[in-house]
């Protein structure tokens, strides 16, 4: 079995898609701390032929503590606010009506965590896409948590059953072959690649020796 693990990002970028494509089973890594100025809450859209930081608000956001303890601080005007610059940006723009309306539940979900949200978002687009990877969170693992890095991301691998896992190509110097060798798991790395419509499985291709 193919597992994909990472954090929840704030709409994340197309490779995030395509890896969740290839994979059987990703992991939402929501039990480590969570990172302030990263893409958990933000992102960029365009405006006016302009990059323009779009955000989740986060009540109190701290790195001390973990995703899945960090709560939301959006209010009705905020969400309004950001429907209204995303509309301004991409109402030309090709199923905009579809798309909009979907980003508008989204935005709209009623949940007090960041990790609840970003998972409930995630899976909305999954359907959307019609990637049909099972999704669960690394907080609903039964693991040692005392373990970090590389070798908690081999310790959740172990407890899915997993014999392969795949990440981003952004990874690679963070990863070692022989110590997923040792655990026996093959290691391999996406390539994400320019994609167009819905062409997910053609739009990505995996760099692997098996490593």
């Known amino acids: 079995m193919k597992i994909g693990i990472m954090q929840p990002y704030f709409f994340p ?14 992991v939402i890594l ?24 779009i955000n989740l608000k986060i009540k109190d956001a701290s790195q001390n503590r973990l995703i899945k303890d960090t709560e ?19 109402r030309r723009a090709p199923y905009f009506n579809i ?18 949200f970003l998972a409930n978002q995630i899976r909305c687009l999954c359907d959307y896409l019609q990637i049909s990877t099972k999704i669960i969170l690394s907080s609903q693992i039964v693991k040692d948590n005392a373990l970090k890095g590389e070798d908690r991301i081999i310790e959740i691998c172990k407890r899915r059953n997993a014999d392969c896992y795949v990440n981003s190509i952004g990874g690679k110097e963070l990863y070692h072959k022989e110590r997923f060798r040792k655990a026996d798991l093959d290691l391999m790395f996406l390539v994400s690649l320019p994609c167009t419509d819905r062409e997910f499985t053609q739009g990505g291709g995996v760099e692997s020796d098996c490593l």
């Open 13 to 26: 970028y197309i490779g995030y898609w395509q890896l969740m494509d290839m994979v059987d089973e990703y």
């Open 30 to 53: 929501d039990d480590v701390n969570y990172i302030k100025r990263g893409w958990i809450n933000r992102n960029y859209i365009v405006l006016n032929d302009q990059p323009k930081r």
């Open 72 to 90: 939301i601080a959006m209010t009705q005007n905020d969400i309004n606010t950001l429907m209204s610059i995303i509309k301004q940006s991409y």
């Open 99 to 116: 798309v909009y309306d979907m980003v508008g539940d989204i935005l709209n979900y009623r949940c007090r965590g960041v990790s609840d």
